[in-house]
Every structure is written in C-alpha cells, then in structure tokens.
C-alpha cells in the first residue's frame, strides 16, 4: 500500500542544464525490447537507457535509473535494432528509459542511424521526464535528440495524478506531443491520435 506522504512526494526537479549527459551516461542500456506493442502506436522496437535522475516516486522501471545498469551499447546491437527496424509491419523505434535526454550520444547515434536507412518512414517516439519547454531551454544535445524524434511523451510521473487509463502515459499532466509541428508552430501541438 502506498502512504498518502509517498503519494505527495515529488520527484527531482533540474534547472536547465543541472544534468548533462556527458557529466552522467556511461552509455548502459537497460534492456532492448523488439516488435512490441505497448511502447507508442503500432508494432515498435523499445531501446531502454540507463540511468534516470528524476527519481521519481511510483517509477515502474526503478532498477534503470541507474546509469550502470544493464549492458554497455555495442554497434551489434544498433545493428540488431536497424535489422528488426527492417521488417514491414514495424512502425518505429521507441526510446525510454532510464531517461533518454540524459542518454543523448546513443540515442542520437541511433536516430541518425534510423533516419539514413529509413528516412521518415519509421517514426521515433520518446518518453521523457523532462518537459517538451524544459527541453528547448537546456543543453544542444537534448534539442538536437528533440529534433530527431517525431513523439514525445513529456513530464515527470506523477503518482498523485496516476491515471492507469490514460493514452501511453502513466500521470495526467504527461502530454503526447507531435514535436516536428510543434517546433515548426514554436507551441505545443499534442498528437492528433490522442484519445481525451
């Protein structure tokens, strides 16, 4: 059961470019979970990161907020990721974590990856602690990831607002948001998906 003091807790909270990557990743993964259905819209490849500050209270994936945890990222395994990316029914690759805007050189690497053998016609998806406007203001390689991925779900979890009957996202104040027109419009364009 969950005390009501751990229901009103809330989790970490950076000023812009408190955490880096470079000061934090040590470029673990978490896990690698291809050709599910759970992680974003259609069939996805989910690459977990390692390694989380936000620490936040109810987090399912607790053991991955550490930036040791799991495997170092090898090219075998972008490889593998590009291979299942391959097949026809995949719609696109998912990043979580961990948290992926502190685990910016292996998601970038891979997204370029992503975008030179398939172009826009896999999607990137990407959950996020931080939030799409907390993101604009911090450090260049969390935008440059930004503009990499097509979906981002934004916001910390949090456990008083846990909605378990929400569209991929686990707390009310977590958005869905289309970030290519959201930039191109500089205001927040939620995905034209979304169920209310």
């Known amino acids: 059961m969950i005390s009501q003091t751990n229901k009103t807790k809330l989790p970490n909270d950076p000023k812009p470019k408190e955490w880096l990557a470079a000061d934090l990743s040590q470029n ?9 259905f759970v992680d974003g819209e259609g ?6 990161v390692s390694g989380c500050r936000f620490n936040c209270p109810g987090c399912y ?15 075998a395994l972008e490889d593998q990721i590009i291979t299942d ?14 948290e992926p805007f502190l685990n910016t050189d292996v998601c970038i690497q891979l997204c370029h ?21 907390e ?8 935008l440059a990831l ?11 979890f ?26 191109a419009s500089q205001q927040v364009v939620l995905w034209d998906k979304l169920i209310k």
């Open 61 to 75: 994936n607790k053991v991955a907020q550490n930036f040791h945890y799991g495997q170092p990222y090898t090219q």
């Open 85 to 98: 990316l391959s097949q026809s029914y995949v719609q696109g690759l998912t990043l979580l974590g961990g």
């Open 158 to 183: 949090l456990l008083a607002q846990k909605d378990l009957t929400l569209q991929f996202r686990g707390s009310a104040n977590q958005r869905i948001i289309d970030v290519p027109r959201s930039l």
């Open 113 to 133: 990856r992503v975008r030179a053998e398939f172009g826009h016609t896999k999607d990137i998806w990407s959950w996020s602690g931080y939030t799409y406007d």
């Open 43 to 48: 069939v996805r490849c989910s690459l977990y």
């Open 146 to 156: 930004l503009q990499l991925i097509d979906i981002l779900v934004d916001g910390r």
């Open 28 to 36: 673990y993964i978490a896990s690698y979970k291809p050709f599910n």
């Open 135 to 142: 993101l604009l203001k911090d450090s260049a390689d969390k």
